[in-house]
């Protein structure tokens, strides 16, 4: 039969109520402790101190074996002790720990529940008061520790909470912004501000410079201080590049200093609203307000480009009705009815450039930047602009090819008229100045006809006949010549002729060698039989070769 030792003797009254005095101090200062980590070694060091027993370990229903220090138990013996924790109630019991002669799990319990044990060890039974403080020391850690969690959680609520107000708060402001911004730009479209009034609000709501571009880079608005003069324009490859990920982001777009946003129905771009902002500063109220005068802009430009797409039609149809020969009467009512006034002296504008369907608006917004005139009509690639006004058509021109990026075109002037039925042959004359443009000088420039001088008497004549009987008189040997031979030996002379006789000037303007001139020169001169140096023969020969350009110009269909 196995001895078993007997237990020491109990500890005098005076020892019980020094431990209790000290587990009443220790279990103040567990319950003031917010630190789980710490009320477990404060646990753990109060142990030897109330018998000769060990901290064996504390196990945590929610967090298994806790790091204490002082604890002696193996991960064997930890694993052994889980097993009997199985068939213990939550009131705890005896368990056995390898090598000693008593332990005990002693609950850790708060009012919340069951928490987990302390389990604690001794060579022998500790006496009754030894366990009674060792059993009040663990129900005061078990009350330390839910009282730590429950603190722990009613600070994660606050700070939950706090966080709750602070996003509310965020919240409210951004929509009292949003609705004062949605308000104030409201009026500003309600009052036909327009694109300067959206601008101008935009500024004043966020601080910061604003800019209003149309959907080619140029500038319609600005508000703010800074205005750069003049405005960079964007190349318009990089413009397409920016419009097209501008209408894929959802949110203002970063370009350099800039955020940008497109202005327009879904699809398409009418325009593009810039917010200013070199230092990067702008934050989420600044695009919440970008965004909704965008929004704005879009309908305000889709509104504006629906008036000028209805004025134009009606403009276009003005346009083809003069050209087409309309009755006065009937043409001086529709422009009444557009509240045009076509009583004015007018003239015809006829522009060329590349066939794209933006031509026509790059037409329209140099017409409306240089003042040249508000009425125009498409034809193919000519753009026909009704004009009553004399401006230098040079740069008008500049202003289309700005507009187009740097494309090339050609611009025809033909003659002021006071009357809408004599529009017709302005018209002609504009398409003459252009036909000539292209066989005398073949630059991309602007033409007037009314300076054409001796074209414009030759284009007159009323009898075609004498001026074609002249042209064979001085160039007939030559014209059959390049007729049988498929050579451009008239084109040649004409051009040595127009640049004065000058060498280096007719090599440039022909792009050949002056070698090639030489020899081309000498041919002219034995086919022709003309002496070149003579002043007369020079005379009558530039006459030919104009005559000849001219009735070329008027035989031909188109520019």
Known sequence: ????????????????????????????????????????????????????????????TDGGWQAVPGVHATSDARGDLETQFAVLSVAGGPVAVLGRGWAWAFPLRSLDGHLGY????????????????????????????????????????AERLRAANA?????????????????????????????????????????????????????RAWAGPRRPDPYPKEPWESRERTL????????????QDRLVVTA????????????????????RSERVALQH????????????????????????????????????????????????????????????????????????????DTGVGSLFAVRGREVVVLSDTDRPWSRFREAVRRELGGGLCRIGVGGAYDRPLDLPRSYHEARLALRLQTAVTGDHQATEFD??????????????????????????????????KGSGLVGT???????????????????????TLKYRLRRIREISGHDLADPDTYFNLQLATRAWNTLAALRAERP
């Open 118 to 157: 302390l389990v604690a060890s001794a060579g022998g039974e500790p006496s009754s008061a030894e366990q009674f403080l060792l059993r009040v020391l663990a129900q005061q850690a078990g009350i330390a520790i839910a009282g730590a969690r429950q603190r722990a959680c009613q600070r994660a609520d």
């Open 293 to 368: 005068a965008a929004t704005v802009l879009g309908l305000e430009l889709a509104h504006l480009h629906n008036v000028a797409e209805a004025e134009l039609r009606l403009g276009r149809d003005l346009v083809e009705e003069l050209l087409s020969g309309a009755s006065e009467e009937t043409v001086l009512a529709r422009a009444d009815a557009l509240g045009y006034d076509l009583r004015r002296p007018h003239r015809v504008i006829v522009v060329v450039g590349p066939a794209d369907e933006g031509f026509g608006r790059a037409v329209a917004a140099a017409m409306r």
């Open 167 to 219: 996003a509310l708060a965020e919240t409210v402001a951004e929509l009292e912004f949003s609705t004062t911004v949605h308000e104030r730009l409201t009026r500003v479209a309600a009052a036909g501000e327009g694109p300067e009034g959206i601008a101008i609000a935009l500024h004043e709501l966020t601080g910061y410079p604003i800019a209003v571009e149309d959907r080619y880079g140029n500038l």
């Open 493 to 515: 002379l004409s051009r040595y002729l127009e640049c004065g006789r000058s060498y280096e000037a007719t090599t440039s303007a022909l792009a050949i060698h002056r070698s």
């Open 1 to 60: 039969m196995p001895i078993i030792p007997e237990s020491p003797p109990g500890p005098s009254p005076q020892d019980q109520l020094s431990g209790m005095r000290s587990l009443l101090a220790l279990s103040m200062v567990m319950s003031e402790s917010d630190d789980q980590d710490h009320i477990l070694g404060l646990a753990a060091t109060a142990v030897p101190s109330l018998g000769q027993c060990r901290l064996e370990g504390v196990h945590l």
């Open 264 to 283: 327009g129905p879904r699809d398409d771009v009418l325009g593009l609203l810039a917010l200013i902002d070199p230092g990067e500063s702008a934050g």
């Open 451 to 484: 300076r054409l001088g001796v074209y414009r008497l030759l284009a007159d004549v009323g009898e075609p006949a004498t001026v074609e009987g002249f042209v064979r008189e001085w160039l007939g040997n030559l014209l059959d010549y390049d007729a049988r």
């Open 244 to 255: 097209n990920e501008a209408l894929r982001s959802s949110r203002p777009l970063r370009r």
